[in-house]
């Protein structure tokens, strides 16, 4: 199924029809952003089957309970909590004003920002639309979206639902290739939110330059796992197996390499193979474990493997099942032995394979998080309440689970994203609210004000009143 191919002319006629609907309702009362919130929740819901099955044709297979869970629960949690909240978020705030400057008042007035562009990445092509959607529409703006060129059955069902159920001014789904993504990029948007592979952000953010286009950049990265000295030990590795299997880790906060006390990578090995064996019981027949969404990636996956036991790591394989390049279905595997040099090291890595390190003290685990790019996500395993704080203390991560892998993404009141190298700015919930927005400051003069006392001549009125100015 080829995607559609959009002309640059073509593109952008599209984009100013967002515009001009966008100017003409610069700021749309509650009733018509929570009905465009009602019809994504509707569209998201009603066509929930199809969504499913669209998906997993685009990655060979995924279980619709895994895209239920991972893409729709949280896409309707998001949509529900605008619309419990966003009315509240657009209110009007009073803010103090300077004592030397009363009577008058101070007010911040949110305001949409007009038409923001949303760059969607195939892993979780519905949750990553339709949160950032959610939040631009709550805070009144337009939408552009551009779906993933890897996902091309999911991108065109999306695209002819929202044709049937929203205006062309009021979201427009864009679907193409690199180049179309590409042109995307440089067209003038208000906010562009983009999610997706560091390398690539740096491309986006260059585009969005040109047009002093302010970005969110919702990259990924290697996000540790630290199994502290006094963890439950085996509740941590049943808990990072689930987040790195979820969607075959092809997750961009899913737990990228395992920091253990040293002398425990055989008893996590062994955890690990028994937590697997439970969940995908005779995986060459299960319908729950999803695959690899392209050969490429599937080709990129074993490169990484063989590469490292090439230079010295130690393969513990999960499963009896060898990777399957027809289905590309890929059993998780142990990485042992490894170090810096390796590119399972260097590059985030998006799949089944899960790099385990050993530390000697919880001073050396910090300190290797520490040494390497700020990650996206950060996961700890402790029971002590003050190591649980010292490492939080110590460490800067996008976001944290503790005891838990990946559920603080779907905390609809907690921020969602990067730091450094992994991203820059958050939505989700209310920061989405005014990530998209324009929080516009009003300072209101009174009638009846003293700024006449220190305007030119300068006298000696002037002189009194700036010394009790800054007495």
Same mark, same amino acid.
């Given at each position: 199924?080829?995607?559609?191919?959009?002309?640059?002319?073509?593109?952008?006629?599209?984009?100013?029809?967002?515009?001009?609907?966008?100017?003409?309702?610069?700021?749309?009362?509650?009733?018509?952003?929570?009905?465009?919130?009602?019809?994504?929740?509707?569209?998201?819901?009603?066509?929930?089957?199809?969504?499913?099955?669209?998906?997993?044709?685009?990655?060979?297979?995924?279980?619709?309970?895994?895209?239920? @869970?991972?893409?729709?629960?949280?896409?309707?949690?998001?949509?529900?909590?605008?619309?419990?909240?966003?009315?509240?978020?657009?209110?009007?705030?009073?803010?103090?004003?300077?004592?030397?400057?009363?009577?008058?008042?101070?007010?911040?007035?949110?305001?949409?920002?007009?038409?923001?562009?949303?760059?969607?990445?195939?892993?979780?092509?519905?949750?990553?639309?339709?949160?950032?959607?959610?939040?631009?529409?709550?805070?009144?703006?337009?939408?552009?979206?551009?779906?993933?060129?890897?996902?091309?059955?999911?991108?065109?069902?999306?695209?002819?639902?929202?044709?049937?159920?929203?205006?062309?001014?009021?979201?427009?789904?864009?679907?193409?290739?690199?180049?179309?993504?590409?042109?995307?990029?440089?067209?003038?948007?208000?906010?562009?939110?983009?999610?997706?592979?560091?390398?690539?952000?740096?491309?986006?953010?260059?585009?969005?330059?040109?047009?002093?286009?302010?970005?969110?950049?919702?990259?990924?990265?290697?996000?540790?796992?630290?199994?502290?000295?006094?963890?439950?030990?085996?509740?941590?590795?049943?808990?990072?197996?689930?987040?790195?299997?979820?969607?075959?880790?092809?997750?961009?906060?899913?737990?990228?390499?395992?920091?253990?006390?040293?002398?425990?990578?055989?008893?996590?090995?062994?955890?690990?193979?028994?937590?697997?064996?439970?969940?995908?019981?005779?995986?060459?027949?299960?319908?729950?474990?999803?695959?690899?969404?392209?050969?490429?990636?599937?080709?990129?996956?074993?490169?990484?493997?063989?590469?490292?036991?090439?230079?010295?790591?130690?393969?513990?394989?999960?499963?009896?099942?060898?990777?399957?390049?027809?289905?590309?279905?890929?059993?998780?595997?142990?990485?042992?032995?490894?170090?810096?040099?390796?590119?399972?090291?260097?590059?985030?890595?998006?799949?089944?394979?899960?790099?385990?390190?050993?530390?000697?003290? @919880?001073?050396?685990?910090?300190?290797?998080?520490?040494?390497?790019?700020?990650?996206?996500?950060?996961?700890?395993?402790?029971?002590?309440?003050?190591?649980?704080?010292?490492?939080?203390?110590?460490?800067?991560?996008?976001?944290?689970?503790?005891?838990?892998?990946?559920?603080?993404?779907?905390?609809?009141?907690?921020?969602?994203?990067?730091?450094?190298?992994?991203?820059?700015?958050?939505?989700?919930?209310?920061?989405?609210?005014?990530?998209?927005?324009?929080?516009?400051?009003?300072?209101?003069?009174?009638?009846?004000?003293?700024?006449? @006392?220190?305007?030119?001549?300068?006298?000696?009125?002037?002189?009194?009143?700036?010394?009790?100015?800054?007495?």
């Amino acid at each position: 199924m080829a995607p559609e191919a959009l002309t640059q002319p073509a593109m952008r006629h599209r984009f100013d029809a967002l515009r001009a609907a966008s100017l003409r309702a610069q700021t749309p009362p509650w009733r018509e952003r929570a009905d465009r919130l009602k019809r994504l929740r509707a569209l998201v819901v009603d066509h929930r089957a199809a969504i499913a099955a669209a998906i997993s044709a685009d990655f060979h297979h995924r279980a619709a309970q895994e895209t239920e @869970l991972a893409e729709v629960f949280p896409s309707v949690e998001g949509i529900d909590h605008a619309l419990r909240h966003g009315q509240r978020w657009m209110r009007v705030k009073r803010r103090a004003t300077g004592l030397w400057f009363k009577p008058a008042s101070s007010r911040v007035m949110p305001q949409p920002l007009g038409v923001v562009g949303i760059v969607v990445p195939w892993n979780y092509p519905l949750y990553l639309a339709v949160g950032p959607m959610t939040a631009a529409l709550a805070a009144g703006n337009r939408v552009m979206v551009k779906q993933s060129e890897f996902t091309p059955r999911f991108a065109e069902l999306f695209a002819s639902l929202v044709r049937k159920a929203f205006a062309e001014d009021e979201i427009d789904i864009v679907n193409g290739d690199a180049d179309t993504a590409r042109t995307f990029c440089a067209l003038p948007f208000d906010h562009l939110l983009f999610t997706g592979s560091t390398a690539v952000g740096h491309q986006v953010m260059r585009a969005a330059s040109e047009n002093l286009t302010p970005v969110t950049l919702e990259l990924g990265g290697k996000s540790p796992a630290i199994v502290g000295p006094g963890a439950n030990f085996d509740k941590a590795v049943e808990r990072i197996l689930v987040g790195k299997t979820l969607n075959a880790g092809q997750t961009c906060i899913a737990p990228d390499y395992v920091l253990l006390p040293e002398g425990q990578q055989q008893r996590f090995a062994e955890a690990a193979r028994r937590v697997f064996a439970s969940m995908y019981p005779r995986l060459e027949s299960s319908t729950d474990y999803t695959s690899i969404v392209s050969p490429r990636h599937f080709e990129r996956l074993q490169a990484l493997a063989a590469a490292a036991q090439q230079q010295g790591a130690t393969a513990l394989p999960l499963s009896d099942m060898a990777p399957d390049a027809a289905t590309r279905r890929f059993p998780p595997v142990l990485l042992t032995g490894v170090n810096d040099g390796m590119r399972v090291m260097q590059e985030e890595i998006f799949g089944p394979l899960l790099p385990v390190l050993t530390y000697r003290t @919880l001073d050396e685990a910090i300190g290797y998080v520490n040494a390497h790019p700020r990650p996206l996500a950060l996961y700890l395993f402790e029971k002590d309440r003050a190591t649980i704080e010292r490492v939080m203390q110590q460490t800067v991560a996008g976001g944290v689970s503790i005891n838990e892998t990946l559920m603080h993404v779907a905390q609809d009141d907690l921020p969602f994203g990067g730091v450094g190298a992994s991203g820059m700015g958050a939505y989700h919930g209310e920061h989405g609210f005014q990530t998209f927005s324009k929080l516009k400051p009003i300072f209101q003069q009174s009638a009846f004000n003293g700024v006449g @006392l220190f305007r030119p001549p300068y006298g000696k009125t002037f002189a009194r009143m700036m010394k009790l100015l800054l007495r």
